[in-house]
Every structure is written in structure tokens, then in C-alpha cells.
């Protein structure tokens, strides 16, 4: 039985010393988050308190009225105590109560519409990554559609923020490749707000906001098919005038490429490749060109866009793109990607157009 | 008297089963003892491959980036683990007890359909077998064991047909034993054993039968859309034809929490016998204790959708507060079992210190499970390894403990032969600390944002430390099973040497020899309270069989 006091000590200790995770609910960066940890830790206490109490009187109970050799007794044969049983009812329904009234009050306020001047964002689960759409009139691109980017969901600190969560699908169907479904999936960024989940059918509503520039790590919390642990995505979040310089560069093209190789490249994603093996622009979009399917790639290479297909790989990284192109399902099973049988040579290319995009 | 000589057409369709030793006693056994025992093996079976399921999921997570599995045989894992665990091992054990010792215990010769009964058995053998062929016929079931739409209805691979097809089986056989047990508990009882006189494990038994024949239904309508959206292209979840997919998680989890009670109510019925017997006490506030386990039974249909805080589509203050009530009934029982051991004469053979261990884990999968039930909590926590850790703390710490120390304390009756005490404490003291290891690290993975269901996780993520220690204890769980199974295999070998009534119990069970005759009993003690044993011992009175 000492046992379960040490684990009870042991327990308290790995509470007391998170390690270094980078999705911990415990050191929240936003209100929404703060809040939730502020409810959490006095319920967690009350909570540590009951257990104390009774597994110390179970304990107490197995020693004290333990059988010891000589002592042969029989003992009291109490069948019940009414006044005892009706306190016991009583008890934990008035510990349940103390924490229901935080929690209900809790609810409501989470429950809040976002006042002016939020800034909106729809974010959009696909099969297996994040799409982010800027509804408001004041982010409109060049070409007249919303800012629209993939994998990092870039906000303004001190603002906030209005999530519409839509779940969409229905993209690529290739002969060889599976529909893209529309299916549950769960947005959750634990250091800023906890998860809604992504119902088809169906908009909910997620209104936080960041206090700290910085990247704030989530992953898809409802299990949503294969590659559901690769449904990932990052936060940026930036000073207001990082955020200004982000949003004008967003709203225009991407200038054309000047490198002979990147030219190649921006020839073959446009295009239809060789021998009917299908185009990049089916799914993808660049600028105004192309199809909504698969993650907006307008602007593939900008700084925040720190992670690709589906945050599994560093944009920075050129070799995990070239094995992402040469063949998707490789590196990420039932990937909805085409494996187009590109050549080395296409692929250098694409990869050179697609870090042309800054 | 005149020898009637009954004609062999007069006797009924079919013949009435007559051998009674042999393979072929046990194939065509209609009795009770003999399909308990059937359950209880082909359950634990089960137990085994639904153990090694959950070994290959823990060793894939011991490391970052784990490659024992792909992500499609992972997704298969772990749902075929939860199928497993819940429909073909923890339910059918319970059938198993109840259908060995619900006719002992109120002194009956049978359940009162005994042909329906080995029907029960063979249908849930056919459910089991056919859900484990599937992955020999295209794929096992990889959409998680609640099977949520639309990812199930769309999934291309057959897996999910097998889902739907199995549960809609395996519930055939759970309510036609759930009608059988109910009608036998209601109509079949002893003279002088009234409602209130029953053994505390027969009354959560009936309780069990009624949430199943109640709740089996709902499922099962709910399995059919499943399978008419796979198969024949109806639109039930599919919300571009007008259908909603959360309507499969109101009809799953308006089945699934009274399941959660079908899964532990027997457990707490065992600890509510094995406690009395070990504390040389009565049940304390037994009558208490039989209606707060009715309410907990009838409650349990108004709190399904705090499985949905997240969905955006229930009333969140409604169903917390209704989940905080449900909390009360579940801490009379509690307190009740402590009031029990309260100035007893406490023993601790092998079941007691089962029951005594349920009470350290039962007692952190309930408080977990009410913070649970605040929302604003519950939409960090949700989907997280705290939810796995909180729900293995009851079904583990709950079901499986009571399993355990059920079969150590009935075994002596079923067979007359005791299991040994020393592997039967290293089995337990390997399963405590096992246990303790492999989940209490989960609830912090929970809280540092580890999801359930993915297939690896990246180094970066921090959670490597923790999830190889949760996998260290998963290995010794498994390699604390082992002293349990040298523990069968020993008692078997040796002779039957067991008295009737060997741990000096209470209930009518030990009033008979061990193991009980094929006719249960040559005469039953008079029944004057829930401790007919008991009773006769205090009176002196030599027991029947003893």
C-alpha cells in the first residue's frame, strides 16, 4: 500500500515538472487557454484533495482493521448507518456543486461572440491538413479572393481572433487516388484555446486571442482516417507591424521567376505534364490560377510559412520537398496527392519555382 | 406407478442434450455452469489477442516516429484493441459470471431458457469470429471502436462493414442472454428470497440486463444506417444529402454511456460480494446500495452527450450538471464499500487485495472523470491521453480488477481446485504497479497535448520519456499476466480438493458442493436475509453440500 503513495507523490512531481512540450495546456499564451487553466487548477486541487482523503481512509481502514494471529473475533455486524449514508450523499453533492458554478459560468463566457473589429478567419479541414481562408473585406488580394494560405494559420498578437470551422473535401479524384472526404476532424491549439471539432455540414465557432509573438504548435484532435497524426499545423503569431507587412505581401503575386530553372518549374506547374500524368493546377492554386482541392501554394516559400503538407516537413527543408514530389505516399501513407512520376529534373525544377514564391 | 414410455416425437423438436462428459458435452451443453465456463474461456482468449493488440500499439509509441506499424495497420490496432476489449472480453466475461453464478446464487436448478442461452453463447462466438476474420478478408475495422461517421461510412477499405456487421451479431447475442438472465433473476428465485434478499452481485446483474435490452436497440438501429451508407448509398450521416453526421454520435453514446455501466456494473456487484466475505461484515447500506446502483441504471441514458462538449451541437450546462449528478450514486457506492471494511476483520487473500486495488484505481478514474465533465476543461482534455488514461482507469481498474479477483474467488467453486496465493499476489502486485505505470504518465501526456489514434509522434513533441514509460508498465502487465496463467494451468493438474463453502461466504453459491452438481443443488438452506450461508453457519446448522 505504500506503493500508492509514492505514486501519488510521483504523480505530483511530474505534474510540478512538465517537460518541454510544445503542446502543453498547462502554459497557456492566450485568454481563452488562461481562462480554461484557471478553472483547471483549483478543480484539480479539489480533486487531489478528495483522492487524499478517501484512499488515506482506505488505507487507515486496511491496517487498523486488518486480522492479526490470536485476535479471532467476530466483528460488529452493522448493516447500515442512515444518517451516515444520507451525509454521504450530501457531501460530494456539495463539492460537485462548488465546482459546477465556475464551470457553468465558465461555458457562457466561452460561448461569446467576438465584438468589433475581430479579425475573421474560416478554417478549413481537409484530408490531412489545415486550410485558412481571411474573409474580411479589408484582405482581399489583387486578384479578388481572400488571402488564403496552408499548414500555419498567421494572426496578429493583442486582436481578436474569430474561428469559422468548416469541414471540406471532395477534391482530387484521380483514378488511382481515394476521394478526398468530408469528415469530423477537431481544431485544437492547446497553448491558445481548447478543441471544436470540424463537422461537415456544420460552422462552429472558436474566438481567442494571442498575447506573445511566436509559433504555437496544434494537431487534429478527432480521429479523421488514415494520416490523422499528420493532420498538423502551426500558429504565427506576429507584432501588429509584422502582421501589416505580412497581409500586404499576401494580398499580391508572387513576383515571376527570373531563374532559368525556377522558369522551368513554373512551366511544368502550370501546365499539364508530359504523357497525361495530370497538373499541379488541378488542385492547387498560384495567384489566380487553379483549383481549391489541395493547400494555396501563392505564396509557398514567405517566412511564415514555416511547415508543408500537413506541417510534417520544414519548408526550409529542400530534400524533404523533392521526396514529398518524387513520391507523396512514400512519405505520408494515403497521402491525396498524385504520385505523377516526376524525373529529377522536374522535380528540381518544381522545387526551384515553389522558393520562388516568397 | 406405471412406466409412461414418452415417444421420441413427443419430446420436441429437438433432442434434448444428454452427454455430460467430453467435447461433445460441451458442444451441445445447454447447461448454465457449462456456458459460463464456455463465456469465460472464449473471453479470455480474447483478453489475450485484445493484450497483444494493445502491447503493438504501446511498443509503435515507445519511441518517436515508431515504424512497427504504418498508419493503416496502427488504425486497425487500435480499433480492433477497442472492439476487443469492450464487446468480446469484458461483456462476455460478464456473461460469463452471470450466467455461471446468477442461477446459483438464487438457488435455481437453470436459467430460465437454457436452449436460449447456448444460442447466446454461439451467436457471440460467430460475432467474435467473424469480426477477427476480417482482417484475413480485406481488413479489419479502422475507424476507431465508436466508429464515428462520416469516416466510417466513407473509409474505402470493408473494415467498417465487418464493424457494423460484427456489433449488430454480437448485440443479437447480448440481448437474448440479457432477456434469458432478467426473466430467470424475476421469476426463478428460491422460496424466501425476496427482491431484497438477493446477493448484491445479482441485482447489478439485473440492472446490466435491463440497461442492455434497453440500450442494445439503439445501436443497433444506429449500425444499420452505418451499413445501409457503406453498402447501399443512403445518406444517414452524409450531410450533403441532407443527412447529419453528429446523429451518429447521439445514437452511439445514447448506446454508449449506459454501456459504461454494462461494463462496470458487474464489476462493482463482484467487489460487493468479495468485500463482505474478506471484511467478515455484511454489505454495509446494501439497501442504499441497490438503489443508488437502479438510479445510476436509469440516469445513465440522460448523460450521453458530454462524449460531445466539443461537437458544438448540445447544451453544455445541461449535460454537465447531469454529469456531476451521476457522480453522487457512484460515491454512495464507494463510501458504502468502505463503510463495509469499516471495523471488519479484514483478510487479504488474492481477491480482496483485487478489491482493495479497484478502490486506489477506481476511485482516479472517477475523479478524473469528473473534471471531465466541465466543459471548458473537457475541450483541452478530449481526445487526449488523459481520456485514455481516465477511461482505462475505470474500465481497467474497475472491470478488469473485478474480473480478476472474480475468477480467483470463484474459481474454487467452478472447478474445486484454488488457484495459488503466491502467483496470485505477484499477478496482483505486477497488475497495481503496472497499471500505476503505463497510464498515470498518460493523464500528463494528456495535459502536454498528446492526442489518441496517432499513428507517431515527432521527437520535438517532448512526449518521448513519458510514453516510454507508459510503455515499460504495458510490458508488465503483460508479463504479470503469466503468473495467473501458470496459476490455472497448476490448480488443473492437481485434484479437486475444495470444500463447498472455502473462503466462509455468504450467498447460496457455497451451499452446494464444489464444483456444484449438474442439478445445482440437493437442498437449499432457509433464506432469511442476503447471507443465506451466513445465516446457517451462525446457526450452526451443518450448510447442504458442505
Known amino acids: 500500500m505504500l506503493w500508492t503513495l509514492g505514486s501519488i507523490a510521483g504523480g505530483l512531481l511530474l505534474a510540478a515538472c512538465a517537460p518541454n512540450a510544445t503542446q502543453d495546456?498547462?502554459?497557456?499564451?492566450?485568454?481563452?487557454?488562461?481562462q480554461q487553466k484557471a478553472l483547471f487548477v483549483p478543480v484539480f486541487w479539489v480533486a487531489v484533495a478528495v483522492f487524499v482523503i478517501v484512499q488515506g481512509g482506505i488505507l487507515y481502514i486496511a491496517i487498523r482493521y486488518r486480522h492479526r494471529k490470536g485476535r479471532d473475533r467476530m466483528?460488529?455486524?452493522?448493516?447500515?448507518?442512515?444518517?451516515?449514508?444520507?451525509?454521504?450523499?450530501?457531501?460530494?453533492?456539495?463539492v460537485l456543486a462548488?465546482?459546477?458554478?465556475p464551470t457553468v459560468a465558465l461555458i457562457w463566457d466561452l460561448a461569446r461572440p467576438a465584438g468589433e473589429g475581430a479579425l475573421n478567419i474560416t478554417v478549413e479541414?481537409?484530408?490531412?491538413?489545415?486550410?485558412?481562408?481571411?474573409?474580411?473585406?479589408?484582405?482581399?488580394?489583387?486578384w479578388d479572393s481572400p488571402i488564403t494560405i496552408a499548414d500555419t494559420m498567421v494572426v496578429p498578437t493583442g486582436r481578436q481572433i474569430s474561428l469559422a470551422l468548416e469541414s471540406k473535401g471532395g477534391g482530387a479524384q484521380d483514378a488511382n487516388q481515394d476521394p478526398d472526404f468530408q469528415v469530423i476532424h477537431s481544431f485544437w491549439v492547446p497553448q491558445l484555446f481548447g478543441k471544436q471539432d470540424v463537422v461537415p455540414g456544420r460552422t462552429n465557432h472558436i474566438v481567442f486571442s494571442v498575447d506573445e509573438p511566436g509559433t504555437y504548435t496544434g494537431q487534429c484532435a478527432e480521429f479523421c482516417g488514415l494520416q490523422h497524426g499528420r493532420m498538423k499545423l502551426e500558429v504565427r503569431a506576429l507584432e501588429p507591424a509584422d502582421w501589416e507587412a505580412w497581409v500586404e505581401n499576401q494580398k499580391t503575386l508572387a513576383p515571376s521567376p527570373t531563374d532559368p530553372l525556377a522558369q522551368q518549374g513554373e512551366e511544368l506547374f502550370l501546365n499539364p505534364l508530359s504523357d497525361g500524368r495530370g497538373a499541379c493546377i488541378q488542385c492547387h492554386a498560384v495567384g489566380d490560377q487553379g483549383a481549391t482541392a489541395a493547400p494555396n501554394l501563392s505564396h509557398f516559400a514567405d517566412p511564415e510559412h514555416t511547415c508543408f503538407a500537413g506541417c510534417n516537413w520544414r519548408t526550409e527543408d529542400r530534400e524533404a520537398l523533392a521526396a514529398w514530389l518524387a513520391d507523396p505516399d512514400a512519405v505520408k501513407l494515403g497521402a491525396k496527392m498524385p504520385d505523377y512520376q516526376l524525373t529529377d529534373e522536374e522535380i528540381d525544377a518544381l522545387v526551384a519555382y515553389l522558393y520562388s514564391l516568397t | 406407478m406405471a412406466t409412461v414410455t414418452v415417444p421420441e416425437t413427443a419430446r420436441g423438436l429437438l433432442r434434448r442434450p444428454t452427454a455430460t462428459t467430453g467435447a461433445w458435452s460441451w458442444l451441445t451443453t445447454v447447461d448454465h455452469k457449462k456456458i459460463g465456463i464456455m463465456y469465460g474461456v472464449a473471453a479470455f482468449v480474447f483478453f489475450i489477442v485484445g493484450g497483444l493488440e494493445a502491447l503493438l500499439i504501446r511498443t509503435q509509441l515507445y519511441r518517436p516516429d515508431g515504424t512497427l506499424l504504418n498508419a493503416d495497420q496502427y488504425n486497425q490496432v487500435f480499433t480492433m484493441h477497442g472492439i476487443t476489449m469492450i464487446f468480446l472480453f469484458v461483456m462476455p466475461m460478464s456473461s460469463a459470471l452471470f450466467n455461471y453464478l446468477i442461477p446459483l446464487m438464487i438457488g435455481a436448478r437453470d436459467v430460465a431458457f437454457p436452449r436460449l442461452n447456448a444460442y447466446s453463447f454461439w451467436v457471440f462466438a460467430l460475432g467474435g469470429l467473424f469480426?477477427?476474420?476480417?482482417?484475413?478478408?480485406?481488413?479489419?475495422?479502422?475507424?476507431?471502436?465508436?466508429?464515428?461517421a462520416p469516416n466510417s461510412t466513407t473509409d474505402p477499405s470493408i473494415g467498417m462493414t465487418f464493424y457494423a456487421l460484427g456489433l449488430i451479431i454480437t448485440g443479437i447475442a447480448s440481448t437474448a442472454?440479457?432477456?434469458n438472465l432478467a426473466v430467470t433473476v424475476v421469476n426463478m428465485r428460491a422460496p424466501g428470497m425476496s427482491l431484497f434478499r438477493m446477493p448484491p452481485f445479482v441485482w447489478m446483474g439485473?440492472?446490466?440486463?435491463?440497461?442492455?435490452?434497453?440500450?442494445l436497440p439503439i445501436i443497433t438501429v444506429a449500425l444499420f444506417q452505418l451499413l445501409f451508407d457503406r453498402r447501399w448509398d443512403t445518406a444517414f450521416f452524409d450531410p450533403t444529402r441532407g443527412g447529419d453526421p453528429i446523429l451518429w454520435q447521439h445514437l452511439f453514446w445514447l448506446f454508449g454511456h449506459p454501456e459504461v455501466y454494462i461494463l462496470i456494473l458487474p464489476a462493482f456487484g463482484i467487489f460487493s460480494e468479495v468485500l463482505p466475505v474478506f471484511s467478515r461484515k455484511p454489505l454495509f447500506g446494501y439497501r442504499f446500495l441497490v438503489i443508488a446502483t437502479i438510479l445510476i441504471g436509469a440516469y445513465s441514458f440522460t448523460v450521453w452527450a458530454h462524449h460531445m462538449f466539443t461537437t458544438g451541437a448540445v447544451a453544455l450546462p445541461f449535460f454537465s450538471i447531469a454529469t456531476f449528478i451521476i457522480a453522487v450514486p457512484t460515491g454512495?457506492?464507494?463510501?458504502?464499500?468502505?463503510?463495509?471494511?469499516?471495523?471488519?476483520?479484514?483478510?487479504?487473500?488474492?481477491?480482496?487485495?483485487?478489491?482493495?486495488?479497484?478502490?486506489?484505481?477506481?476511485?482516479?478514474?472517477?475523479?478524473?472523470?469528473?473534471?471531465?465533465?466541465?466543459?471548458?476543461?473537457?475541450?483541452?482534455l478530449h481526445d487526449t491521453y488523459y481520456v485514455v488514461a481516465h477511461f482505462h482507469g475505470v474500465l481497467v481498474g474497475g472491470s478488469v480488477f473485478a474480473l480478476f479477483a472474480a475468477i480467483y474467488f470463484w474459481f474454487p467453486k467452478m472447478t474445486g481446485r484454488r488457484l495459488s496465493e503466491a502467483l496470485g499476489k505477484l499477478h496482483f502486485w505486477s497488475w497495481l504497479i503496472g497499471f500505476t505505470l503505463t497510464f498515470f504518465v498518460q493523464y500528463q501526456l494528456g495535459a502536454d497535448g498528446m492526442m489518441r489514434r496517432y499513428a507517431d509522434y515527432p521527437s520535438e513533441a517532448g512526449w518521448t520519456t513519458l510514453n516510454m514509460i507508459s510503455t515499460a508498465g504495458a510490458f508488465l502487465l503483460a508479463f504479470g499476466t503469466l503468473p495467473f496463467l501458470a496459476a490455472v494451468v497448476l490448480a488443473l493438474r492437481r485434484p479437486a480438493d475444495q470444500p463447498a463453502d472455502p473462503w466462509e461466504a455468504n450467498s447460496l453459491e457455497w451451499a452446494t458442493a464444489s464444483p456444484p452438481p449438474h442439478h445445482n443443488f440437493d437442498s437449499i438452506p432457509p433464506i432469511r436475509s442476503e447471507r443465506p450461508v451466513f445465516d446457517a453457519r451462525m446457526a450452526g446448522t451443518e450448510v447442504p453440500g458442505t
Open chain 1, 25 to 34: 495546456t498547462l502554459q497557456p499564451v492566450g485568454d481563452v487557454a488562461k
Open chain 1, 75 to 94: 466483528p460488529k455486524q452493522t448493516h447500515g448507518n442512515t444518517r451516515l449514508e444520507i451525509g454521504w450523499t450530501i457531501a460530494p453533492a456539495v
Open chain 1, 98 to 101: 462548488v465546482v459546477t458554478v
Open chain 1, 125 to 142: 479541414g481537409y484530408q490531412w491538413w489545415w486550410g485558412f481562408s481571411y474573409p474580411d473585406d479589408d484582405m482581399v488580394t489583387d
Open chain 2, 131 to 148: 469480426l477477427y476474420s476480417s482482417p484475413f478478408l480485406g481488413g479489419a475495422p479502422n475507424g476507431g471502436w465508436f466508429g464515428y
Open chain 2, 177 to 179: 442472454g440479457a432477456v
Open chain 2, 206 to 215: 439485473l440492472v446490466v440486463q435491463f440497461l442492455l435490452v434497453f440500450s
Open chain 2, 332 to 380: 454512495i457506492k464507494f463510501f458504502n464499500w468502505i463503510g463495509t471494511m469499516w471495523g471488519g476483520r479484514l483478510i487479504f487473500p488474492t481477491p480482496m487485495l483485487w478489491a482493495v486495488g479497484f478502490l486506489y484505481l477506481f476511485l482516479t478514474g472517477g475523479l478524473t472523470g469528473v473534471i471531465l465533465g466541465s466543459p471548458p476543461l473537457d475541450f483541452h
